[in-house]
């Protein structure tokens, strides 16, 4: 199948999937998220094409917009052009011609014969409407962008790696910021006892092909669960979406949830509602996973721990996308 017929035929699968009941994710889907969320390339293409078609998850243009500009970002030809093809049509994102050239030009630069044949004859087309000012504008963040991923096309491209260890969340998130202004990405987070007989909340960050200022965090902490979820959707409001969570003993004594949010200062403005569920009953939980399901809630989060109300619990982070 050419990009072309592809791009119709996720166009047409879409527009007749509006509509239909939500479909129950599958364990095949969670591990396709799970290899996603941890930086899997392919599998973040996938997830996008799953979300543009409605298969297996509920039909959702931004979230496909998203996962494929993930992928575009690693060097994923195919998410590239998609990308392209979304801001041609509007779909997931705002219209946006100069947008439209860069993602095709940065396609058509990693495929061959009828795929680049295709790619080259959307530039044309798109290129035909705009200025020449905007067309020197796209040549410019071509140059731009390949100079920024030069290592990101290449399967085993160095990556460094940066450890944030810190007894006060008021630090971590200092840190966090002044790590993503170098280039670094949030990886993980967990909260547990040191050698020294102390609690550390401890971070890693990872740098590889992003650019840097690119990713923006917030780290959310208390000790009650009502409250995490204002915060959380205060920044879900603003377009950060949820990355970690895990459950931490503070320096004052208490337990803390700890739910790391991020932002992606380059994506397509995206808004989110969150819901957070803690229950220290498994039946319980599944009643209140099962029916934030049927609101089109998706599972992003999950993690053990004491909690200051409530002793041990399970807590479930569900998002589900706003319109925009």
Known sequence: MTHATRFVAVAVLAALAVG???????????????????GDAAAQYNLGNMYSLGQGVPQDDAEAVRWWRLAADQGVAEAQFDLGASFATGRGVEQDNVRTDLWFSLASLRMSGAARNTAVRYIDNVESQMTSFEIAEVARLVREWEASHRSGDQPNGAYEYRLLATTRTSTMEREMNEAAGLGYRFQGVMGGGTAFGGSELVTIMMRGASTAGRFSYRLLATNQTSTMQEEMQEAGNKGYDYRGLTVYKSEFGGDEVIVIMENDNDAPAVRYEFLLLATSRTSTLQKELTDAGQQGFESVGLSVGQTYFSGDEVLAVVRRTLPQ
Do not use: G, M, S, Y
Request: hydrophobic share 45%; glycine share 0%; charged share 25%.
């Open 20 to 38: 239909a009941p939500v479909q129950a994710q599958t364990p095949e889907i969670d591990a396709l998220r799970v290899r996603a969320e941890a």
